[in-house]
C-alpha cells in the first residue's frame, strides 16, 4: 500500500541546488578514489548517516574523511 498527499505550498527551486558553473576540477586515479571511499565507509557504516566527506582539497590533494563514536575517526588524502 502506498499513500501519499498533496502539500499546499511552494517546492524549493531544486534548479538552483547544483551549480550550473564550476570553479574547480579535480582529476584523479578512479580506482584509488573508489578504494578511498570503500575503506572510509568501514568506518562510516557505524554511525547512523554513513557519511564520507571531502574535507579539503589543497592543490592535487584530496582529503577524504569519516567517523564513528564507536570506531574514532579516519582520514586520508589522495
Known sequence: MFYSRL???????TSRVIPTVYNTTV???RKALFQV???ASLVA????NNIVQ?????GNVV??????????KWRKKI
Open 63 to 72: 582529503e577524504i574523511t569519516s567517523s564513528s563514536p564507536e570506531i574514532g
Open 27 to 29: 582529476t584523479m586515479d
Open 54 to 58: 571531502f574535507t579539503s582539497l589543497e
Open 7 to 13: 502539500l499546499e505550498c511552494n517546492y524549493p527551486d
Open 37 to 39: 571511499i570503500d575503506r
Open 45 to 48: 557504516r557505524e554511525e547512523r
